[in-house]
């Protein structure tokens, strides 16, 4: 009976994953054209089965990459002309979609410059491994930086920085960030930025990154300034909320004329790059620029198929090896500051509730006599006057 | 590594051996009052020159004081640069590399490294090797904090070794001046096997913590007390010991797993002493490569570790206070939104006419 049971185990964990369940990305992307076909390429060789994509505006192109590929059946498009960049909305939109009508177990809202990297298998192998009693798990943000050239971004930004740098400021580009991954869920709510589900029963799984998100914000000085451009005036105009800190400083630079100073600022060149390694600030990490290479179609196979990029099947199957003990501990050690990160930004969540609470507290007394005094004579005008005295 | 036992005899001697072959290069013993064999036990391993032995005689289980003197002891004594606070029934199985390996991995700015309790079920009695025998996991710990039963998620800790370190009862927290945890990572699982047998749970009862005017009995404890003077600890140890059937259906349902990694690590540990004709676990040899060896483990293992681990960040204060604050947001939101002149006109009016 044991061995029965037994041997139902070891065939349940080697039941064919791929086939048992599905992941959809979301894909919120304007005017990205420099990196929507590697992201695509990527993340469908990487254990996406689908793109629920919103196109907004885009006009460089990167709409026809995503009509390509929609063409092949991976891709379902919308496009959204609004100005106003309702990313919550947008996002949850297509969660709820990729629930309700493309038949997702999992979901990864992403943006066109994030890859999501599998720490073995892969994404579909990592979700699956997931207890059926969690419904999110976390993915750990690494920001690569700017180098200079103008070579292909992956080619290129094979430099991220490290969390082991503690970094406390808030409007700081690198400062430790966690995203997240969620089962699908037709009622799912995600909230600006979609770093979390907003009033969800989907419980989280603490404490464990399987996933590594591959953040490349700044490539290029024109997509620089660009991208200052449209968040900077979305913010000002449409979002009733501060700007995320880099965003604003980035946008502000715009409107002194001195972005192009702003970028050069955060190029990494090859000097400091040696002391930033040397400090622990900086790592050189090629792993997305060689699952690119791999990818890469044949000039022939590009020009027959329309795509740079190989299909699942077209190429060698990308492979998330299992991490050495030696990253494992590198990775624990630098996952550990989002657990910092958290401790501070409590500190600065409590901050902003102690100010609207005492604002709260100020206000009160002088309603409360405005209110009580307008009521009094109101009450007093309802009076009947005093009869006239008698002649 | 420090150990605190009394009457462990069926367990000590692997204990000791297990650890001293997974990166462990000194242990730190404190016997209470053993009359087992225990003490021999420990004896031995002193005269192997591995060993300090402290004798104990309090009969009131002031397992804070005890273990806080032994860590004490191992930064300002023995030079050790981390100490590891072991039970006899506690087996710390590094996820990857060996303990030394591991904890020469954790950069200088940490100082705490917490291991998360596994606890492993009694298998009905047939006289043999606890080891041999308990080869089945409790897959789904009860919820962090739940006192009814010792098989709830906790956290045990190492540290870094100060002369000023404090550890707490059960050794689940260490306090050291400029000593902070390495959250999220809980890079050891520490293999509980506390409840072995029908005789071991007699000593077990019988334990100076009821003779500790200030100790605070758990329910779990309360309950085994209370079942060692009424039924007598034999239908207690059965409620929880593990049949086939029982497997069967845990299995099935995901609440049990089957775990025999300490079950060969010390088979290994004996297999060469066996040929060699000598009785008892071989202790390393700097001349022989490592008996032992933890390899890492696959994804799925993985994920099931971190959802028994996820219990315990959420122990962290921070999830906690997280909720908190999230709690008096809404409620000063709402507060904002309240349309106080309406609240207070209504009341005025109320008052005035």
């Given at each position: 009976?044991?061995t029965?049971?037994?041997a ?11 086939a ?6 979301t894909?919120?992307?304007?005017d ?17 089965d ?6 907004n505006?885009?006009q ?6 995503l ?6 059946g ?14 919550g ?18 979901v ?17 192998r ?7 009693r ?8 690494r ?6 050239g ?5 080619e ?47 419980a ?5 990154f ?8 700044l ?6 300034a ?18 995320t ?26 000097a400091e ?16 620029r ?7 179609l ?13 299909l699942?099947?077209?190429?060698a ?32 969540r ?30 007093l ?11 | ?28 013993a ?5 009359t087992?064999?225990?003490t021999?036990?420990?004896?031995s391993y ?14 009131d289980m ?18 050790a ?23 020469a991995r ?15 079920l ?20 009860s ?20 002369p000023?370190?404090?550890v ?22 520490v ?9 071991q ?11 500790n ?6 329910l ?14 034999g ?6 010991a ?8 845990g ?29 008892g ?10 008996l ?15 959802s ?14 997280e ?15 309240a349309s ?14």
């Amino acid at each position: 009976m044991v061995t029965a049971a037994l041997a139902q185990v070891a065939r349940a964990s080697v039941v064919d994953w791929a086939a048992a369940m599905k992941v959809v990305m979301t894909l919120l992307v304007r005017d990205e054209v420099d990196i929507v076909e590697p992201w695509l390429a990527f993340h469908l060789n990487a254990g996406a089965d689908f793109v629920v994509a919103t196109d907004n505006r885009s006009q460089d192109g990167t709409t026809e990459v995503l009509e390509r590929y929609a063409r092949e059946g991976l891709v379902h498009v919308i496009s959204e002309p609004g100005e106003d960049l309702r990313d919550g909305e947008w996002v949850t939109r297509m969660a709820r979609l990729a629930a309700t009508d493309f038949g997702a177990d999992w979901v990864i809202n992403s943006d066109a410059d994030e890859f999501w990297w599998p720490r073995g298998g892969s994404l579909a192998r990592v979700l699956d491994a997931i207890p059926e009693r969690y419904g999110t798990v976390g993915a750990f943000l690494r920001t690569f930086v700017p180098r200079p050239g103008s070579a292909d971004f992956a080619e290129r930004m094979t430099v991220r920085f490290s969390a082991l740098a503690p970094i406390n400021d808030p409007s700081s580009l690198y400062r430790p960030i966690r995203k997240i991954v969620h089962r699908a869920d037709p009622e799912v709510t995600l909230v600006r930025g979609h770093h979390a589900v907003k009033d969800s029963s989907l419980a989280p799984l603490r404490g464990w990154f399987p996933i590594e998100t591959f953040h490349f914000p700044l490539r290029t000085p024109e997509q620089c300034a660009r991208k200052a451009v449209v968040m900077g005036t979305a913010f000002e105009q449409h979002i009733d909320r501060p700007s995320t800190g880099y965003l604003a400083k980035m946008f502000e630079a715009v409107k002194a004329e001195a972005i192009g100073d702003y970028y050069a600022s955060l190029v990494v060149a090859d000097a400091e790059l040696e002391d930033g390694i040397a400090e622990g600030r900086l790592v050189v990490d090629t792993r997305l620029r060689d699952a690119l290479r791999n990818l890469h179609l044949a000039p022939e196979d590009s020009s027959r198929t329309g795509r740079t990029f190989a299909l699942p099947g077209e190429a060698a199957e990308l492979t998330f090896s299992l991490p050495t003990l030696v990253e494992e501990a590198e990775y624990a050690v630098e996952a550990a500051a989002l657990g910092e990160a958290d401790v501070i930004r409590l500190q600065r969540r409590l901050d902003l509730l102690e100010r609207r609470l005492a604002s709260l507290e100020r206000r009160l007394p002088a309603r409360v006599y405005r209110r009580a005094s307008r009521a009094a004579k109101s009450l007093l005008r309802r009076e009947p006057s005093p009869p006239e005295p008698q002649p | 590594m420090t150990l605190l036992a009394r009457d462990e005899a069926d367990i000590v001697d692997a204990q000791i051996a297990f650890h001293l072959n997974a990166g462990v290069d000194f242990v730190i013993a404190t016997d209470n009052r053993s009359t087992d064999g225990t003490t021999e036990i420990l004896e031995s391993y002193e005269r192997a020159g591995v060993l300090c032995l402290i004798h104990e005689w309090g009969d009131d289980m002031r397992q804070a004081e005890w273990v806080t003197r032994m860590a004490r002891l191992a930064a300002t004594d023995f030079g050790a640069d981390w100490v590891i606070n072991s039970d006899a029934d506690e087996f710390w199985w590094p996820r990857a590399g060996t303990l030394k390996e591991l904890l020469a991995r954790i950069p200088d700015r940490f100082g705490v490294v917490r291991g998360c309790w596994r606890h492993f079920l009694p298998r009905p009695e047939d006289g043999s090797f606890f080891a041999e025998r308990m080869t089945v996991r409790l897959a789904r710990p009860s919820f962090a904090g739940d006192k009814t039963t010792i098989f709830h998620a906790h956290q045990k800790v190492a540290h870094r070794a100060r002369p000023d370190i404090a550890v707490e009862a059960g050794n689940h927290n260490a306090h050291g001046a400029a000593l902070d945890p390495l959250r999220f990572w809980f890079p050891i699982e520490v293999l509980h096997f506390s409840l072995r047998s029908v005789a071991q749970l007699e000593q077990k009862s019988a334990g100076g913590w009821s003779r500790n005017a200030n100790y605070v009995l758990e329910l779990h404890q309360q309950r085994l007390d209370k079942a060692a003077k009424a039924r007598g600890l034999g239908p207690y140890f059965d409620a929880f010991a593990i049949d086939n059937d029982r497997l069967e259906s845990g299995l099935a349902d995901g609440t049990l797993a089957v775990d025999v990694r300490l079950r060969d690590a010390l088979r290994l540990l004996r297999v060469r002493n066996e040929t060699l004709g000598l009785p008892g676990f071989t202790l390393p040899d700097t001349s022989t490569v490592p008996l032992l060896s933890f390899p890492k483990a696959e994804v799925h293992e993985d994920a099931a570790y971190a959802s028994e681990t996820s219990a315990l960040v959420e122990l962290d204060g921070v999830v906690r206070a997280e909720a908190r604050v999230d709690a008096v947001e809404s409620r000063i939101a709402a507060l904002e939104r309240a349309s106080w002149s309406r609240r207070l006109s209504r009341r005025s009016r109320g008052l005035l006419s």
